[in-house]
Structures are given as structure tokens and as C-alpha cells.
């Protein structure tokens, strides 16, 4: 089992930035895929970026390339998801996810763990 700790979020005006956090703990292996998923109301799961514990590799979606990074912490497992130049389509609950056995990409059905979500709000 993965337990996910997530922090940050709130809530800023369009133009403006905030930070993600998010720690995995527990039987978390050698590498992990940790990312988050975002949903707004009305709307399915988005998978809005991903990176690997190992090798660094990234995934955006296109919506937030240029705008969001994700970048791993300084202790292991841990990964923080960087937003600037937010926009008021950015609202939305923002949740950390795990995959251990393939990267999820934009793929809700390949997350294995799902962290309790942490809410974005944009106003213009």
C-alpha cells in the first residue's frame, strides 16, 4: 500500500501562481510514476502532469505546457507541481496519484493510488 500526503492549493486570482506538494510513503519500490489528476465540476479526471522517481522523465497535458512544472523534492518521493500563470479553467480539485507498474499519462485507469484531493480555485 501507497499512502499519499498532498498540501498546498487554495485559491488566487487569474496571473497568479501556487504549489502543489505531494509525499508517498509505504511500499513504494524503486521508482514511481507520481503525478496529479485534476477535476472540475461536471468534468471527467484530467491528467495534468507525471513524473518518474527515477530518470526524471515528464508528462503535461497541452492545456498546461509552458504554465506548470513538476519536479521532484528534495526528500524521496516527494513531488511538487509548480503553477503559474494560472487561468480560471485551471479550477478545479487537483489530486496526487501513484503508478508503480506503468506511468498513467492522461490514463485515470492506469493510477493506482489516489491522494484525498486538494482544491484549486481561479478567479478572474
Known amino acids: 500500500q501507497v499512502q499519499l500526503v498532498e498540501s498546498g492549493g487554495g485559491s488566487v486570482e487569474a496571473g497568479g501562481s501556487l504549489r502543489l506538494s505531494c509525499a508517498a510513503s509505504?511500499?513504494?519500490?524503486?521508482?514511481?510514476?507520481m503525478g496529479w489528476f485534476r477535476q472540475a465540476p461536471g468534468k471527467e479526471r484530467e491528467g495534468v502532469a507525471e513524473?518518474?522517481?527515477?530518470?526524471?522523465?515528464?508528462y503535461y497535458v497541452d492545456s498546461v505546457k509552458g504554465r506548470f512544472t513538476i519536479s521532484q523534492g528534495n526528500a524521496r518521493n516527494t513531488v511538487t507541481l509548480q503553477m503559474n500563470s494560472l487561468k480560471p479553467e485551471d479550477t478545479a480539485m487537483y489530486y496526487c496519484?501513484?503508478?508503480?507498474?506503468?506511468?498513467?499519462?492522461?490514463?485515470?485507469?492506469?493510477?493506482?493510488?489516489w491522494g484525498q484531493g486538494t482544491q484549486v480555485t481561479v478567479s478572474s
Open positions: 513524473i518518474v522517481t527515477v530518470g526524471g522523465y515528464t
Open positions: 496519484t501513484v503508478a508503480t507498474w506503468i506511468c498513467a499519462g492522461a490514463r485515470a485507469d492506469r493510477v493506482e493510488y
Open positions: 509505504g511500499s513504494t519500490g524503486p521508482s514511481l510514476c
